[in-house]
Structure formats: C-alpha cells, structure tokens
C-alpha cells in the first residue's frame, strides 16, 4: 500500500489544517509515493525505533512527536535526530507525525487520555477559532434539494450534535447565457429570471475543497454562483484539552490514585491537596499549562496535564487541583489510537505497535 494512502487515512481523521502553527506534522522522511506492507507506531522516534522497524520490515514509521521539531541545517550523524534520519533514509523508511493535528481532534489524544480516566459527557477545553467557514449557493428550485444534500454529505452543515444545518431563501436569479453556453435553463442571448433557493450552510475550513467539489459536482448550472466566508466563530469540534466528569465523585487521593494506576506513573506531581470532592476533570495530553485558566473558567476541579512549572502550581490558587502526570505518559496511549484509526480503516494491513520504551524521564526512588 501506498504510503500517501495510509497517510490520507489519518489526515481524513485529524486534518493536518489542525496543527499549531510550530509544528512539523505529516510525512517528515522518506517518498509518499513508496509502497509498505507494515507500518510501526510510537511516541518518539529514536535510533532504536528505527532499528525495530527494520528488524520488522517496516517501510513506514508513524509518531507522534515529529522527528524533525526545529530547524536543522545539516543532516550529519552528531545528533540523534540526524542520525535517525540517516538510518531511516539509508534503510528507505518513511517517518511521519500525528501530533498537534491529533491533540486538537475532537476524537483524538485528549479524548482517548480522557476515556481512559472513566471521564463522560467530554467537551474540548478551548475551542479553535477561525476554522469555520459560511458557504452560500444559488440554487435552481427544482435542484435544491439535490445541492443541499451533497453538500451535507461532503461533511457541511454540522453544529454541535446537530447536522444537516441549514437556511433556505427563495428568490429570483437573473442572468443572461453567452454564445458559447449551455444553459440548464432559458435560451442563449436571452436575459432570463429563474425561481432559486438561496442555501447557506457551515463547514470546517479544512473540509472547503471536499464540499465545494461536491456541490459543484450536484449543481445543474454550468457557472455556480456561491460564496465562500471565513468565520471568527469559536468551533467546539476542535481545540486543546478536554472537560469530562467522573461516573461518580473521588476524594482528591483516591483520584491521585486512579490517575497513577491508569497512566501506570509511580509519582505525581500536584499543588496543595483541598480536601474536596473531585469530579469534573479536566485534561490536556502533553504540556498543557496553558490551558489552566480555561480549566478554572469550566469550574474542574482538578486539571491533569504535564510539564507544569513550578510557578504554575501557584496559579492554581486553590481553585482546583493541579497534577502533572508526566509527558510521556498522559500521551501514551496515541499510540494505540493511531492503531485503532488505521486497523479500523484498513483491517488487512499490518499495524504494529513499536516495543521500545521512548519515555525520556526516570523515576529515583530512595
């Protein structure tokens, strides 16, 4: 299988239109266009991955954080990440990274860190903004119908948990065909008044191309009279982090407890203790501390994220309960995502999930 359309499968489910602006997400190594029969997943990619993969016949190495983050200028064996270019390319393994693209998924890291917690009724934490767009067709009555459905189909018209979304004006378009036309309706030459059907709609911008060619594709007229808007409209199917509750409340130790046992994490770090109840939760895979002041603003009472500074423990100011639960760990189960996503997709590929342990941090016990 191409390497593009293993690829294409997770761009349709986390589009790389989601990732921050710093990122370096999608293929990062190797040719699209090669063919594999395996593909290896992991956190990190390391020598080690590498070496996995072609140990197992790997073409295809899928993380999910880039291998290639910064700028690199030189592509010499004296760092680890241009030495695990190197073995990748001499070996003709392709890397490639899910990450900020699948932390902002409504069904991606933070979802899947939340489930795994027991957390319910989930709501992204803070919602992409300007990723919406308005689309407006002119419409034939008598199509209307027709148009409207394919673009419902293509993915447009979904708020919230409602789909199929949309406003309807009737009105009358007037146009006047050239010489060189085929008219669905009215004569060449001739000023002609049509009965048409206003459609406005919304859609993710990352969904623009699909949509529009779907309505293009279902309208009768030659040339499509439509406009497209960009929104400012915060939208709550994307974003970072994740509010959920627990099926029933916990003490602030036995959630300590849950957290360390789920995320397998033998010491956490949190702010002062408030001998409260903990029930909604609010999480963020990865380094999340920027996202403490939404978590106070949805009323948490305990937000788990990792690489928290010390001075951002102040922050919470007895407002709720802080807790680092480490990188790798509250992102480890990406790695079972991803493989969910592809087995589901493509259920005759072999998907492996790699054995190394990339987990960077240590734990001393004295």
Not at 10 to 29: H, K, M, R, T
Not at 86 to 93: E, K, L
Request: include cysteine.
């Amino acid at each position: 299988m191409k390497i593009i359309d293993i690829l294409n499968v997770l761009y349709d489910f986390a589009p790389l239109s989601l990732q921050e602006s710093y990122d370096n997400c999608g293929l990062i190594v190797g040719d699209e266009q090669l063919e594999t029969g395996k593909v290896l997943l992991c956190i990190d990619v390391t020598e080690e991955v590498i070496q996995e993969a072609i140990k197992k016949e790997c073409g295809l190495v899928i993380s999910h954080h880039p291998l290639i983050f910064k700028g690199i200028k030189q592509i010499v064996p004296r760092g680890h990440v241009e030495r695990t270019a190197i073995m990748a390319i001499r070996n003709n393994i392709a890397i490639a990274a899910m990450h900020t693209n699948l932390d902002n998924c409504i069904s991606g890291v933070n979802k899947r860190l939340a489930d795994r917690l027991g957390l319910k009724h989930h709501q992204v934490l803070q919602s992409v903004e300007g990723a919406l767009k308005k689309l407006v067709v002119f419409c034939p009555e008598a199509k209307a119908n027709e148009v409207r459905n394919a673009i419902f189909e293509a993915g447009a018209g979904q708020i919230g948990n409602y789909d199929s979304c949309s406003f309807n004006l009737s009105g009358t378009g007037t146009f006047k065909a050239g010489s060189d036309t085929n008219p669905f309706v009215g004569n060449i030459e001739q000023f002609h008044q049509e009965l048409e059907i206003r459609i406005e709609t919304i859609l993710p911008s990352y969904l623009t191309h699909r949509v529009i060619n779907a309505m293009l594709k279902a309208h009768p007229y030659e040339e499509v009279a439509y406009d497209l808007y960009p929104l400012d409209n915060a939208w709550n199917g994307a974003g970072a982090g994740m509010v959920g509750v627990l099926p029933q409340p916990l003490s602030e130790n036995d959630f300590l407890k849950v957290a360390s046992e789920v995320l397998q994490i033998p010491v956490l770090r949190h702010s002062p203790l408030r001998n409260k109840k903990i029930e909604k939760v609010a999480v963020c895979g990865g380094s999340g501390a920027f996202l403490l002041p939404m978590a106070k603003n949805a009323n948490a009472d305990v937000f788990l994220t990792a690489d928290i500074k010390y001075h951002d423990f102040f922050e919470a100011d007895g407002a709720l309960l802080m807790v680092d639960a480490g990188h790798f760990e509250t992102e480890q189960f990406t790695k079972e995502l991803i493989a969910d996503i592809l087995r589901e997709k493509i259920p005759n590929f072999a998907v492996l999930i790699s054995e190394v342990n990339t987990n960077a941090v240590g734990y001393y016990f004295k």
